[in-house]
């Protein structure tokens, strides 16, 4: 059985960093390309980033607000995967999903670490 | 990369079927037969239900199937039941090759 179990949620100033942190199990981690999703409080969802296995080349791609702030990163000898965050905006307060990117979807979820973001 | 449109909520009776749309551009939508859809009941974590357009992921109910025509996706729910009472997220890859979501559709079982 897949499971992703995601930590380091926090309450952060503006300006500040945190990284995220997810524990896989139940599948094959190296072969998988990995992905975050948030959610903020009462909100839609929305999409963060995908990071590919190492064997596709392991590069990333994220969404417009992330870029430059947020770093996908992962480290196949833990089976785990990591979301650096750095100059926290209020607006990045949200539950932060982690999960498998698989046919260009999010297959697998975890159920989320929160991260808020106030002063 | 905007968020591809939905309407903000649709309802039917049990055993009744509905449609939800999921309007996107040549971009996203349009462009890729890559159109996922979830589910998330109050509090709960997302579910995948359909992937790839069409495709539904072992264990969801077949009451659940994907469309695409041009650049609008549907999610249709055949036999209607009380336990499909959520929110509906459409989800296409785009040409920036990132992700892009719906704003969610409040499905009401009246």
């Known amino acids: 059985e897949v499971q992703l179990v995601e930590s380091g949620g926090d309450l952060v100033k503006p300006g500040g960093s945190l990284r995220l942190s997810c524990a896989a199990s139940g599948f094959s981690f190296t072969s998988v390309w990995m992905s975050w999703v948030r959610q903020a409080p009462g909100r839609g969802l929305e999409w963060v980033g995908r990071?590919?296995?190492?064997?596709?080349?392991?590069?990333?791609d994220y969404a417009a607000p992330m870029k430059g702030r947020f770093t996908i990163s992962r480290d196949d000898s833990k089976d785990t995967l990591y979301l650096q965050m750095n100059s926290l905006k209020t607006e990045d307060t949200a539950l932060y999903y982690c999960?498998?990117?698989?046919?260009?979807?999010?297959?697998?979820w975890g159920q989320g670490t929160l991260v808020a973001v106030s002063s | 990369q905007s968020a591809l449109t939905q309407p903000a909520s649709v309802s039917g009776s049990p055993g009744q079927s509905i449609t939800i749309s999921c309007t996107g551009t040549s971009s996203d939508v349009g462009g890729y037969n890559h159109v996922s859809w979830y589910q998330q009941h109050p509090g709960e974590v997302p579910k995948l239900m359909i992937y790839a357009v069409s495709n539904r992921p072992s264990g969801v109910s077949d009451r659940f199937s994907g469309s695409k025509s041009g650049n609008t996706a549907s999610l249709t729910i055949s036999g209607l039941q009380a336990e499909d009472e959520a929110d509906y997220y459409c989800?296409?890859?785009?040409?920036?090759?990132?992700?892009?979501f719906g704003g969610g559709t409040k499905l009401t079982v009246l």
């Open positions: 990071i590919k296995s190492k064997t596709d080349g392991g590069t990333t």
């Open positions: 999960s498998t990117y698989r046919y260009s979807s999010i297959y697998n």
């Open positions: 989800c296409s890859f785009t040409s920036t090759s990132t992700l892009v």
